[in-house]
């Protein structure tokens, strides 16, 4: 590596690691990731405060026996639900005080039965919130077992008995690895998203920033200077090694903070709270496919940042690139759900969604080590052939100023020898 490119790639890397906006993003990012992975599940855990409810029984015989489905229902030791008793009297004052109690906030809802409860199945439920979709539901499923419960005794059958024949089945889903066997209620799932999510934005926003750098130094007519004494090309390497050596020492701290998170899972810090797996391999493709998408969309970046004038400018170059990227982000639940079919293997083999589909892949169900070979080989020869293009267009778009570029153009730019 020549002094002068050396020189470019030094003044990229510290102009960007310096900044005060890299370093709070670098020491941020570990603490969203630690807090997007274990928030969940000390919610999970923890099951939030019981439901304060009331049950109002038009129907006369019900009250008791919903009540007491409501008490008895526990999760991890803790009452899911309260059931207070509200106000005495006659039916219609005391659903009139008890919506009062709801309104004052001393009671999260009440529970109204109808005199038809028990042959038509309905109920109404009366809360100040009914987005807390998860408990109305247990709610439901609770009272429904009563009702069922009190059919099956009105039709002679006993009830208890058809409960313990018909009882649901209990499926707990072991994710089986290399390293062993663990639980997963879920968990995987989000981690595959997080990671995506954060691997997409990375590329996006690394890749812009080399684009407006060289819009920024184009418009100054700073890159005037530097191109005087190194060659277009040179700059156009020293500006993708540099910015993307700062995008790397970044994904390096993530990573090993990724790391360290999945050791604290299986220590005595976190308990036994249910976090996510994070193999070494999802922690190097994390890092690698970063890499790589970087390499690959910058160089197309730092293309459209020579061949134009402005950044309003540039809107129109950038949708066409960035279109694969939100394709992977469409087609990213079919991948999740099926990581091994061959839609999946095809779309984790195109160049253009690399980086996030087989990222993706790896995550989900690690596949066969050829196919992840044959990803960074067609990768690097993607990221070959964008540089080619673009380097072609830098060295004549960073000299060119006034009109923009019409696509006729570039392509005489990239065939200019």
């Known amino acids: 590596m020549s002094p002068k490119l050396l020189a470019v790639l030094r003044r990229e890397y510290l102009e960007r690691v310096r900044t005060r906006g890299f370093v709070i993003a670098t020491v941020l990012g570990p603490l969203l990731m630690a807090a997007m992975m274990v928030v969940p599940a000390l919610v999970a855990r923890s099951g939030g405060k019981p439901l304060r409810i009331a049950v109002v029984d038009r129907e006369g015989s019900l009250r008791p026996a919903v009540e007491a489905a409501l008490r008895d229902l526990r999760v991890d030791g803790k009452p899911h639900f309260t059931v207070e008793p509200g106000a005495s009297g006659p039916a219609a004052e005391r659903e009139a005080a008890i919506k009062k109690q709801v309104l004052d906030g001393q009671l999260d809802g009440y529970l109204l039965l109808p005199a038809d409860a028990v042959e038509a199945a309905a109920a109404s439920y009366y809360g100040r919130n009914v987005s807390n979709l998860g408990e109305l539901r247990t709610l439901e499923r609770r009272v429904s077992d009563v009702l069922v419960s009190r059919r099956l005794s009105g039709a002679g059958l006993d009830p208890r008995r058809v409960k313990d024949l018909t009882r649901e089945l209990d499926l707990k889903t072991i994710r089986v690895s290399a390293g062993g066997e663990r639980e997963d209620r879920g968990a995987a799932f989000f981690l595959s998203i997080i990671l995506l999510m954060i691997l997409y934005t990375s590329i996006l926003m690394w890749g812009q920033l080399v684009m407006t750098s060289v819009i920024e130094e184009k418009g100054s007519r700073v890159v005037e200077v530097m191109a005087s004494g190194l060659p277009p090309t040179q700059l156009l390497w020293g500006k993708l090694l540099g910015v993307g050596a700062a995008g790397l020492t970044q ?167």
């Not at 969309?297 to 402005?310: K, P, Q």
């Not at 070959?384 to 960073?398: D, E, F, P, T």
Request: charged share 10%; glycine share 4%; with cysteine.
């Open 251 to 417: 994904f390096l701290v993530w990573a090993a903070s990724l790391g360290v998170i999945s050791l604290a899972a299986a220590g005595p810090l976190v308990g036994s709270i249910k976090l996510p797996e994070i193999s070494p391999l999802v922690l190097v493709s994390f890092v690698v496919f970063f890499l790589l998408g970087f390499l690959f969309y910058a160089s197309l970046y730092a293309a459209i940042g020579a061949a134009v004038n402005t950044v309003q400018e540039a809107q129109n170059f950038v949708f066409p690139v960035i279109m694969p990227l939100v394709i992977g982000l469409v087609c990213f639940p079919v991948v999740l759900e099926s990581p091994d079919s061959a839609f999946s293997v095809a779309l984790s083999l195109v160049p253009f969604l690399t980086p996030l589909m087989m990222f993706l892949r790896i995550v989900v169900l690690t596949p066969p080590a050829w196919q992840i070979v044959v990803s960074v080989v067609l990768m690097l020869l993607a990221i070959a052939a964008a540089v080619w293009v673009a380097a072609r267009v830098y060295r004549v778009g960073i000299l060119m100023y006034g009109k923009k570029p019409t696509f006729p153009e570039l392509m005489r730019w990239m065939r200019h020898t």
